[in-house]
């Protein structure tokens, strides 16, 4: 089984290859344009590798916030996005606002939206290479992240019925060899799968934040163009084993 990929072999392969019963709130996001993104790391990858990303977004014309959030405890790292969207709104009340999620971060920033009531402030949602379904390898890393275990109340939750709730739009981003698909139910747009730059998946997944073609879908997401295909799945039509390794096992 495979586990979480961590920051280190990211770094060796860049040098080689250069509250749960909270009812969602259904209310429309801000109408206008997308102009702050907040951007969630994934699992112990913290905000650095996200720089080439950030950079790139800002000079699109973005106000770009990368959190510190660790992503080994989700729903802290979901109220931490939700302090981060209300000060955004309160500074800019009519712009709009997107959360681009990395792995794990994608599971955070979709709990904020659907448990927290986030749909209603948040225009896009942009995932990359997120485990929307879980991972089983989470089940025995107790105390990192054991939250993206299928079968946590977490998951449980975040799974319970239509995922893709209320009026903000979802994409979807990934590396053709990715140890996920990404999928959800309702509405989302599956961005075309970026070819593989290596031959493992769990390494595509670790770099995918340094790539300029990561960066160019997301900009296109956030532009409200889908680079892919728009799906709208029903409630149950998707389980945590069709989602796992689609480059392969």
Known sequence: MKTLPKLASAVACVAAAGSLAIAPVQAAPATGPVKDVVIVPGQTFGSLPYTPLKDSLEQSGY???VLSTEGTNLPADARVIAGTVDGIRKAHPKDGIALVGHSVGGLSARYYLKELGGASKVKTYVAIGTPQY??????????????VCPTTPFMKALNGGVNAVGSTQYYSIRSSKEWVDGRLTGRQCRMAPISSITSKGDIDHIIEPLDPRVAAQVKAALAGNCQGQTVTAPVGSINVNQTLYPGGR
Not at 134 to 147: E, K, L, R, V, Y
Request: glycine share 18%; proline share 6%; aromatic share 0%.
């Open 63 to 65: 106000r770009v916030t």
């Open 134 to 147: 879980g991972n089983p390898a989470g089940c025995t890393q107790s105390g990192t992240a054991h939250d």
